[in-house]
């Protein structure tokens, strides 16, 4: 915001100079056309673009990444949960997302468990009261989830294809 203020205040300088050696000059034929911008100002033109480039990175990265959000009804909802989030790590690359865990009552004592990255289903099973088969499920749960992570940034790229894009014309 300085940068602006300090680069606007100097473009009316030379604005305002360059009326008035227009003025004296006009009978001349060098024409303001012929003119070309100053050095001085084209680089403080990149520096600011570059001021401005930076400090969007850095807010971007700034967000909360990685949340894991628990939205379980029953104590094996919980358990999966719970087994998942021991053997949870974030792989390395990922940014961006956020992990949602629902459960949904199903019939008698099973229900079924869904995880969504970013609202994108990624995994989803029944879960059986045996705590030892949600330990197992838990675990492929964690497994798929970093194999989804891992290969998401691939996953938009051919999802942005040209075979994937359209002319809009039907």
């Known amino acids: 915001m300085k940068y602006e203020f300090i680069l606007s205040l100097f473009l009316i300088w030379t604005l305002c100079a360059n009326a008035q050696s227009d003025a004296i000059v006009s009978d001349s034929t060098v ?5 070309e911008i100053p050095q001085n100002i084209k680089d403080l033109l990149n520096i600011i673009n570059q001021t401005k480039k930076n400090s969007t990175s850095k807010d971007a990265t700034l967000e909360i990444d990685g949340l894991l959000v628990n939205n379980t009804k029953t104590k094996n909802g919980s358990d999966f949960y719970e087994f998942f989030y021991r053997d949870w790590v974030a792989p ?20 079924q468990i869904e995880i969504h990255i970013n609202e994108t289903l990624v995994f989803q099973s029944f879960l059986q009261p ?11 749960a964690v497994a ?3 194999m989804y992570l891992i290969n998401y940034d691939e996953i938009v790229k051919q999802l942005g294809g040209e075979d994937r894009s359209g ?3 039907f």
């Open 31 to 35: 024409t303001q056309n012929d003119k």
């Open 92 to 111: 390395v690359n990922a940014h961006n997302y956020s992990i949602f865990i629902t459960e949904k009552p199903y019939r008698l004592t099973t229900t």
């Open 130 to 140: 045996r705590s030892d088969i949600v330990e197992a499920l838990a675990k492929q």
């Open 144 to 146: 798929q989830t970093t």
């Open 167 to 169: 002319s809009g014309i």
